[in-house]
């Protein structure tokens, strides 16, 4: 069984996009507005947790401060909506299907507060195990998403995605978005020529860009961003397994001192009533301590026997999700299953894929008609999909025909939970799926 360690060695790194051309810079500041606005890569001894020891006494700093001005501070970011919950709503309505929402979901982590994707394509593929051809749809998805612009991986695109939406990108403003660079230059011949127009109409298209926004994700949160930090890490470890480490930043810390306590209850004259109190408090003390510690403790159990059980997820993406529940944990590290949903619940784990809440990984089972290993309710809307999207007009599948074939693949599966996954994935019925291949055949 692998064993998790108490404290995480590093943070994980966060990716960005590379920086753009000095061109693109300079053109930029040409459209007359300040650089900072429009560039999306410009900025602005404790002891740890888990060594608990009664003998050694000394306040450690807490992960959260309870100073009642930061407090409020802190409630009033709360009330602005973010901008990563604006597109995650916006996700949750354009689709139900399982591996659109989790690219999405990742997809919307990688976007930064300024609106911009911070990680390629191909780079989001490889870390969650999906098609490209899926990150790029769902990529394109999003981009149509509100603000106007977002998702973009630079300025070229942002601008485009906005002259897009307000139908004014024609050839000769693709063309100028194109050859942006030639406006930082102060080159206006160059913009005629490569747009084909003249010169009133290029000062036109200038005036016109202006206006767009630049940095599109600022509409939402002022451009707070409110970052996850995850409880727990999984890294690989040398052996080719999974290193389970706790976060030790998120949690809160104390430790207790026997030594000090013996020289202030041993203090001559002391009133009995304060020898009293100060035990009271001692006590007090280390059951915290010490509860804490234990709770920090059957995190880190849980969070490994979860990276056990979804050891294929890790290595090879979500169509290798397996069908888990609260009570397969519970038996497994001998709790009890309410204690499970009381320490998964808002706990996070980062994960060589990605940030997830350990919630996640507790997914509903399909029952294998061969007497084998379930299957994952995800991946199995996930093959009805697939089943369904290579139809021709004469071979469309009716939910009974789904079901004869995923019971041949070794999926115990009813009708009606064909019939309630397909209406999830916002697919219609066989009938309605013909008729359409019909007229659109006409």
């Given at each position: 069984?692998?064993r998790?360690e108490?404290?995480?060695?590093?943070?994980?790194?966060?990716?960005?996009?590379?920086?753009?051309?000095?061109?693109?810079k300079?053109?930029?500041?040409?459209?007359?507005?300040?650089?900072?606005?429009?560039?999306?890569?410009?900025?602005?001894?404790?002891?740890?947790?888990?060594?608990?020891?009664?003998?050694?006494?000394?306040?450690?700093?807490?992960g959260?401060?309870?100073?009642g001005?930061?407090?409020?501070?802190?409630?009033n970011?709360?009330?602005?909506i973010?901008?990563?919950?604006h597109?995650?709503?916006?996700?949750?309505?354009?689709t139900?299907?399982?591996?659109?929402?989790?690219?999405?979901?990742?997809?919307?982590?990688?976007?930064?507060?300024a609106?911009?994707?911070?990680e390629?394509?191909?780079?989001?593929?490889?870390?969650l195990?999906?098609?490209?051809?899926?990150?790029?749809?769902?990529?394109?998805?999003?981009?149509?998403?509100?603000?106007?612009?977002v998702?973009?991986?630079?300025?070229?695109e942002?601008?485009?995605?906005?002259?897009?939406d307000?139908?004014?990108?024609?050839?000769?403003?693709q063309?100028?978005?194109?050859?942006?660079?030639?406006?930082?230059?102060?080159?206006?011949?160059?913009?005629?020529?490569a747009?084909?127009?003249?010169?009133?109409?290029?000062?036109?298209?200038?005036?016109?860009?202006?206006?767009?926004?630049?940095?599109p994700?600022?509409?939402?949160?002022?451009?707070?961003?409110?970052?996850?930090a995850?409880?727990v890490?999984?890294?690989?470890?040398?052996?080719?397994?999974?290193?389970?480490?706790?976060?030790?930043e998120?949690?809160?810390r104390?430790?207790?001192?026997?030594?000090?306590?013996?020289?202030?209850?041993?203090?001559?004259?002391?009133?009995?009533?304060?020898?009293?109190?100060?035990?009271?408090?001692?006590?007090?003390?280390?059951?915290?301590?010490?509860?804490?510690h234990?709770?920090?403790?059957?995190?880190?159990?849980?969070?490994?026997?979860i990276?056990?059980?979804?050891?294929?997820?890790?290595?090879?993406?979500?169509?290798?999700?397996?069908p888990?529940?609260?009570?397969?944990v519970?038996?497994?590290?001998?709790?009890?299953e309410?204690?499970?949903?009381?320490?998964?619940?808002?706990?996070?784990i980062?994960?060589?894929?990605?940030?997830?809440?350990l919630?996640?990984?507790?997914?509903?089972?399909?029952?294998?008609?061969?007497?084998?290993?379930a299957?994952?309710?995800?991946?199995v809307?996930?093959?009805?999909?697939?089943?369904?999207?290579?139809?021709?007009?004469?071979?469309?599948?009716?939910?009974?025909?789904?079901?004869?074939?995923?019971?041949?693949?070794?999926?115990d599966?009813?009708?009606?939970?064909?019939?309630k996954?397909?209406?999830?994935?916002?697919i219609?019925?066989?009938v309605?799926?013909?008729?359409?291949?019909?007229?659109?055949?006409?």
């Amino acid at each position: 069984e692998r064993r998790g360690e108490k404290t995480a060695e590093a943070e994980p790194a966060t990716k960005t996009g590379e920086a753009d051309s000095t061109d693109t810079k300079e053109a930029r500041e040409s459209l007359d507005v300040e650089y900072d606005d429009i560039d999306p890569n410009s900025s602005g001894s404790d002891a740890a947790y888990g060594d608990y020891r009664p003998n050694d006494w000394a306040s450690a700093p807490s992960g959260r401060s309870f100073d009642g001005e930061d407090q409020e501070f802190g409630a009033n970011l709360k009330k602005e909506i973010s901008l990563a919950d604006h597109l995650t709503e916006q996700l949750h309505l354009a689709t139900r299907e399982p591996m659109e929402l989790f690219i999405g979901a990742y997809i919307i982590d990688m976007i930064d507060e300024a609106g911009y994707l911070r990680e390629d394509l191909p780079t989001v593929a490889e870390r969650l195990g999906a098609e490209l051809a899926d990150v790029e749809k769902t990529h394109a998805m999003i981009t149509a998403f509100d603000p106007s612009g977002v998702g973009a991986r630079d300025l070229k695109e942002c601008l485009k995605l906005q002259l897009i939406d307000a139908n004014r990108y024609d050839p000769s403003m693709q063309a100028f978005v194109e050859n942006i660079e030639l406006l930082a230059k102060g080159d206006l011949k160059g913009l005629v020529k490569a747009t084909n127009s003249d010169e009133e109409d290029v000062r036109d298209m200038i005036a016109e860009v202006r206006g767009l926004t630049p940095k599109p994700g600022y509409a939402y949160g002022g451009g707070v961003v409110q970052a996850i930090a995850p409880d727990v890490f999984v890294t690989k470890s040398q052996d080719g397994g999974w290193k389970v480490e706790l976060n030790s930043e998120t949690l809160p810390r104390i430790l207790v001192n026997q030594r000090y306590y013996a020289e202030i209850s041993s203090v001559n004259g002391a009133d009995e009533k304060d020898k009293s109190y100060i035990a009271e408090q001692f006590a007090s003390a280390n059951w915290l301590a010490k509860s804490l510690h234990q709770r920090a403790q059957t995190i880190l159990k849980v969070a490994s026997e979860i990276v056990r059980q979804q050891d294929a997820f890790l290595a090879y993406g979500v169509k290798h999700l397996r069908p888990l529940n609260l009570k397969v944990v519970a038996d497994a590290i001998e709790m009890h299953e309410s204690t499970i949903s009381r320490v998964t619940s808002n706990k996070y784990i980062a994960t060589p894929r990605g940030l997830f809440e350990l919630k996640y990984f507790f997914t509903a089972s399909i029952a294998s008609s061969s007497g084998g290993e379930a299957h994952s309710a995800e991946a199995v809307r996930h093959r009805i999909r697939e089943l369904i999207e290579v139809e021709t007009k004469d071979t469309v599948l009716s939910d009974d025909k789904i079901v004869e074939i995923l019971r041949a693949e070794g999926v115990d599966i009813a009708r009606r939970t064909v019939a309630k996954y397909r209406e999830t994935l916002n697919i219609p019925s066989s009938v309605q799926r013909r008729r359409a291949m019909l007229q659109t055949a006409i």
